[in-house]
């Protein structure tokens, strides 16, 4: 099965700064690769995905960047903002043959952005 | 609301009963996920449903556990005998096809 790692666990960054988090997956199957925030005690919530057909979307001030040959992908945040401040999940997935997709997630990054 | 809805949020039972829980996904996703999330990990899948056709269960769902979506609307999710164990967040997703979004989950504690 699908095997996603995912660094730092852990990342404090001044406001303003950029924040960079990695994961990387096992299987070649995997073609979907969307990134979760978590707030403490909320739903984790869909901020952006990245299908396997795109090397990089960007949607405001978070990117994601995939590498399928290096089985890579990166959350790229800019200008953070206290509000940033939450654990950040990567996950991948496969696509079922009739649709629909089950995700693997990595273990969470807790991204602390301080005044 | 037009979100993924669970109910109950809370669920406080002791050893070896019986607890069932419940998602109402988006209303025009036919697909729906359970997962399960412990302190300081991401979520685990633990099936899918497509309408109400379970597709595929994970290994981490035991005899114990079983789930139905009988109209390919709400989903319920029974776990019998519960352990100490099961204690957990259980999470349940909708999508269509392939963003998934998440309800606010049922915390289960197993005392």
């Known amino acids: 099965g699908e095997n996603v790692e995912q660094h730092p666990s852990t990342l404090s960054v001044q406001e303003g700064d950029s924040a960079v988090i990695k994961c990387t997956y096992s299987d070649s199957a995997s073609n979907y690769f969307p990134w979760y925030k978590q707030e403490l005690g909320k739903r984790p919530q869909l901020i952006i995905d990245i299908r396997s057909n795109v090397g990089e979307k960007k949607d405001q001030r978070i990117a994601v960047t995939l590498n399928k040959t290096a089985k890579h992908f990166s959350l790229h945040i800019t200008e953070t903002q206290p509000e940033d401040s939450a654990v950040y999940f990567c996950?991948?997935?496969?696509?079922?043959?009739?649709?629909?997709?089950?995700?693997?997630f990595g273990t969470g990054t807790q991204l602390k952005v301080e005044l | 609301d037009t979100g993924v809805s669970q109910d109950p949020r809370h669920k406080i039972t002791k050893r070896g009963q019986n607890v069932t829980f419940r998602c109402d996904p988006i209303s025009e996703h036919n697909r729906l996920y359970w997962y399960r999330q412990t302190l300081g990990q991401g979520p685990e899948f633990l099936t899918y449903?497509?309408?109400?056709?379970?597709?595929?269960k994970s290994r981490l769902l035991s005899d114990r556990f079983s789930a139905e979506r009988p109209k390919g609307s709400f989903s319920t999710l029974e776990i019998q005998r519960t352990e100490q164990g099961d204690s957990a967040m259980y999470l349940c997703?909708?999508?269509?096809?392939?963003?998934?979004?998440f309800g606010p989950g049922t915390r289960l504690t197993v005392t």
């Open positions: 449903f497509q309408n109400e056709a379970q597709l595929e």
């Open positions: 997703a909708s999508s269509a096809p392939y963003e998934q979004y």
């Open positions: 996950a991948a997935s496969p696509v079922f043959t009739g649709g629909g997709n089950k995700l693997t």
